[in-house]
């Protein structure tokens, strides 16, 4: 706990901030050993103000680290400082990695092998299921999902890791003992289950609007690539897109019609070539082949999806063990029932599917 506390303390000097901090840590591997070096040596470093700054802090720590101990002590939160080994390894390379993570739930080795899946909170019907899709389908392949937990598509992508048996991390724009939005209690409580659940913010500090952003660069830091599944024009989710090109990671993003608002943002990035258009898992995974190991997957716990098409995608995804009338299923789809047909019947000879007596379907 007397590292815990020190490391707290070191994090919440005035001045310091994400890159500093790092810069003292890199140079002097501990803050035990920042410490005991003379102001000189950390001015070498840093600028004078930020040494004044660290020496005082710890003479008069801030109220703020005896209150997080006190939650500590009422929480199962992880307290991972930048110098451990259990930080994550593709986070720390950023150039202003935090200083500290709360962890709620465990995070793994292989989480290094992930996709971040970010997008609207808003998303149509197709870039719901679409999101949810290609989340199962790259979860089945062994990589972790993260998003940031927000209703729409980070739900979507959280959700499609899950179904799968796979990993998923929600990295938050509050304390991780802090559930935003309140609707999504239950979809937490599964990822801290199965997954992680993240923030660099305090233990009990509530959601702020100027949090989404710094929350937004973990999200693209901890991943070898971010997709950005649907997005408006002024979405969030380009923000973390622009954070994905900085850190010099993978881009990615779903195509979507030109007169539909929610894509003018993946539309553009396309378009710029800032980001690599993608159909289905396979374009990303051929992109990120090099980083990860041989044929390391998760057992399948779905049917292999990655020969249909975005619009059977839709479909499939409707359907459940539960026969389904077509009209149901065009309407939950958002399609014409004849198209909706038609997709159907490729599915059905994809092996996928099965239809009944009265135009009803299931997915086998």
Known sequence: MKQIKEFLTFAQTPYLGCVYGKRLLDRFGSVENILAAPKEKLVDVVPE????????NFEHPPDAVAHQFERIAKT?????????????ALLREIYDPPLFLFVMGKLAPK???????????NPTTYGRFFTESIAQSLARHGLTIISGMAVGIDSAAHQGALSAGGRTIAVLGSGVDIIYP???KRLYEKIKETGAIVSEFLLGEEVKAEN???????????SLGTL???????????????????????????????NQPKSVGTNRLVQRGEAKLIL????ILNEIEQYLPAKESLPEALPSLSELSPEQRVVYQVLSRE???????AQEADMDPGYALSQLFELELAGVVKQLAGKQFIKI
């Not at 103000?49 to 005082?56: F, T």
Request: glycine residues 6%.
């Open 182 to 184: 309140k609707v999504n």
């Open 76 to 88: 199962d939160a992880t307290f991972v400082p930048l110098t451990s080994d259990d930080y994550p």
């Open 111 to 121: 989480d290094r092998f992930s996709i971040s899946i970010v997008g609207t909170r």
């Open 228 to 258: 950005v599944a649907e997005a408006g024009e002024r979405s969030g989710a380009l923000i973390t897109a622009k954070y994905s090109l900085d850190q010099g990671r993978e881009l990615f993003a779903v195509p979507g019609s030109p």
């Open 323 to 329: 026969p389904k009338h077509i009209d149901k299923i």
């Open 49 to 56: 103000r930020v040494a004044e700054s660290l020496y005082r």
């Open 280 to 283: 289905n898992e396979e374009d």
């Open 212 to 222: 989404f952003p710094r929350r937004n660069r973990i999200i693209s830091g901890m």
